[in-house]
Structures are given as C-alpha cells and as structure tokens.
C-alpha cells in the first residue's frame, strides 16, 4: 500500500469537501436567519420570552460565572457520557450477536460482555448527578408554573422521576448484561445449549428494552440539560456514535489480544468484519446527525431550532465543524480502502482519533449550557475523562481475568475457526 499516495488523494478530497460543506452551511445559516429576523421583527420569539422569563432556554446564558462545582460536574458528565457510550455499545453487540446467531462474533463477544458488565459501575458512578443535580440541570431550580415548556413535560423531569428511572435503567442494564455474561461463562463448562436459547430469548426482548431505555437515559441525563429541546432523533443519534466508539475500542482490544490471550481465535476476517461495520456505523451517525439537523432546520420551530442556534454562537461554530469532518469526513476516507482496516499503523491513530471526536461530540452536547460564548476547555475535562476511564479499564480487565478469554464451547465456535477465510474463485467448484 503506498501510504503517501493514499493521504495526498485523501486530503484532496478532504480539501474539495471542505469548501463545499462549509460554503453550503454558512448559505443555509444565512437562509434561515434572515426569514427568522423578518418573522419575529418587532416582537419576542418565543426563546427570547423564555430567556427573558427565566433565563434558562440557553441553559446558563445569562448567568454568573461558573462555579468550580459546576464546571467539576459539567466535565464530569461530559466524560460520563463517553464512557457509557462504550458500555451502551458493547451491550448492543452482545445482544446483535445473539439476534443473528452469529459465528464470526463468537472469538470477540466475552470482550463485548465483559465491556457490557461495566453497567454496574456506570450506575455508581451516576451518583453525582443524582445527588447534585440541580447544579447541573437548570429545570431542577424551575418552578413548571412559570415556564410552559417544562410544565408539559413535568411528568418526566421532576427530580423523583429523574432518580426512579435512572436507577430503574441502570438496574435492567445490568441485569441484562450480567445474566449475558453468566449464561456464557456457563456453557464454558457443559457446553449445553440451553445457555445458548437463554441468551437467544433475552436478546429477542431486550433489543426492544434496550433501544427505550437507552432513549430514556439520554433524555434525562443529557437532553434535559436543554429542557425546552424537542428532537425525536436524540436517543438514534446518541446510539449511533456509541456503537461507533465502541467499534473503535474494540477493535484496538481484540489486536491486542490477538497476540496474547486470542492468539488462537481471532483471523485476518475477523479484524476485517470489525473494521466493516466501523465503516458502516460511520455513515450511519452522519445520516442520523444530518437528518435531525435537517429536519429541525426544514421545520423552524423556536423549541428545536435554539439548540442549534446556540451551538453556532462563538467558538461552538468551529467545534461543530471539527464533528462534521473529523466524524465523519476523515474516517470515512480512510476506512474505504480494504487494507488500511486491517493495518494498524493506520488504524491504531484512526481509534484515538475515533475516541477525540466522540469526546468533542459530547461536549458539543453539554458544555454549551455552561459556557454559551464558545468552547472553553479546563484542566478538569481530561482528569474527569482520565479518571473515569481508568476505573472502567481496571474494572474490565479484572472481571476478563477471571473467567476464558473467548467462549469455550460456543456452538458457532467451530465455525468460527475453520470458515474464517473466503474460498480463491474456483476452489469451491475443484472439490465437486
């Protein structure tokens, strides 16, 4: 592969996208902010009124400065979210593999369980919202009587709703992931079928619990930071780059291990199916992120489209170009090739790159509320990432210790390990 060759044609069509996509942006903003100033001259749009009401449709945009608390716990959340994003995504996959029987997976799914099993966890590590959560939600310090958007939808965020669902969601989570793991580690040692009908009928009900559940927790815990925010692409949009980090984690785990503990499982294919559905979950976040901007900008509702006004103010502006390139545009290019998915030289940065951008993409979503002016970047945001990152990874590498590195006695095992390469043309046909 000429390296050199590749990254000129690479920037290249990185430089011709970029003029197209930020000349047709910066038409689209002027389209809709024009129609936008004549429709509401003279009078107070209704964000303005709920600003001007309560100052909290821009979340802390007319409030003092942060307090360190706030900043502590809004870089806590930020990189809250992250990590769950990789937990969240090895749940799905555990649960995809057990929907579609799948043998390829078989070498890989103890990695994705025992990443699932950090749910547990997750929910501890929620306490600080819970317990402070009106440092860190503006609709906790609102009385519903005075702003109607969150008297509509005062059911849902009122702080015994707000604690009762997420322990509930953490709770099923774990419940799920842990009786994944259980049943696998058991048929390591009988290698019964049962445990594999078992895991079979659970992930049959617990896609569907999953994806609501999922939805819920990011509304309550990152979309309500916006009360007012209507999108119902939020829960898709925040799975998708999820699972698309999660790809990435996985990917850098599995060749790791494929030189240690999975030396004997894992195949040029099975890297290959890994780097494929990376690929895959790239294009899938850009269609979903593109159509709920798309669609909240078509509509032109006050309710949906101050979030994305506030995101364009300041320095915000250049952080959601960065996601639009740097999520999408940069590994989509690289990953279309075959062979950069199977080398590392080019993969190993394309993972730290995958985790940079997921973590800009989080704090797109959450830093805004606390500094509406532009990014602003403290030395709390890497202690919080690093310290919560670091609890997760001893935690997974003692649980995967403790039990066989892949499943023993899988059923799909064989399968697994002797149909890992495709037949050369004609191969197929000299054996009949």
Not at 275 to 296: D, K, R
């Amino acid at each position: 592969m000429n390296l050199s060759l590749f990254f000129k044609r690479m920037f290249a069509l990185l430089a011709c996208a970029g003029v197209v996509s930020f000349g047709t942006l910066r038409l689209a903003a002027a389209e809709h902010a024009e129609p936008a100033a004549a429709a509401h001259a003279g009078e107070t749009t209704a964000v303005e009124h709920m600003e001007a009401a309560g100052g909290h449709a821009g979340g802390h945009a007319e409030a003092p400065e942060p307090t360190f608390v706030q900043q502590f716990l809004y870089s806590y959340l930020t990189a809250y979210m992250f990590c769950l994003s990789i937990v969240m995504g090895a749940l799905f996959l555990v649960i995809l593999h057990h929907l579609f029987d799948a043998s390829w997976s078989v070498p890989i799914r103890r990695v994705n369980e025992q990443l699932a099993c950090l749910a547990p966890v997750m929910g501890v590590l929620a306490l600080p919202m819970l317990i402070l959560g009106p440092d860190i939600y503006p609709w906790m310090s609102i009385d519903p009587a005075t702003d109607h958007a969150l008297n509509v939808k005062k059911i849902l965020f009122n702080r015994p709703a707000f604690t009762v669902l997420l322990v509930g969601i953490f709770a099923l989570w774990s419940f799920m992931a842990l009786r994944f793991r259980k049943w696998s580690v058991a048929q390591d040692k009988d290698g019964a079928a049962i445990w594999t009908r078992k895991a079979r009928v659970q992930a049959a009900w617990g896609i569907y619990v999953f994806a609501f559940s999922l939805t819920l927790a990011v509304f309550l815990l990152m979309k309500s930071l916006m009360h007012q925010f209507f999108s119902t692409m939020y829960g898709v949009y925040y799975f998708a780059g999820s699972v698309w980090t999660t790809l990435a984690t996985v990917y850098g785990i599995i060749r790791w291990l494929s030189t240690r503990e999975l030396k004997r499982v894992i195949f040029p294919n099975t890297i290959h199916y890994i780097g494929t559905l990376f690929f895959a979950f790239t294009v899938f976040y850009a269609y979903i992120h593109f159509s709920q901007y798309f669609l909240i900008w078509n509509a032109a509702l006050p309710e949906e489209t101050f979030w994305y006004v506030k995101r364009e103010a300041g320095t915000w502006w250049d952080v959601g170009l960065l996601i639009l390139f740097g999520h999408f545009f940069v590994p989509f290019v690289i990953l279309l090739r075959i062979d950069t998915k199977m080398n590392i030289l080019v993969m190993g940065p394309m993972i730290a790159w995958a985790w940079l951008m997921h973590y800009t993409d989080m704090t797109f979503n959450v830093m805004p509320v606390l500094y509406p002016k532009g990014l602003h970047v403290t030395l709390l945001d890497p202690i919080c990432w690093g310290g919560l990152s670091a609890i997760l990874a001893y935690v997974f590498w003692k649980n995967f210790k403790s039990a066989a590195p892949f499943p023993l006695k899988d059923p799909r095992l064989k399968e697994a390990l002797t149909h890992h390469e495709v037949p050369a043309p004609g191969t197929a046909a000299a054996h009949h």
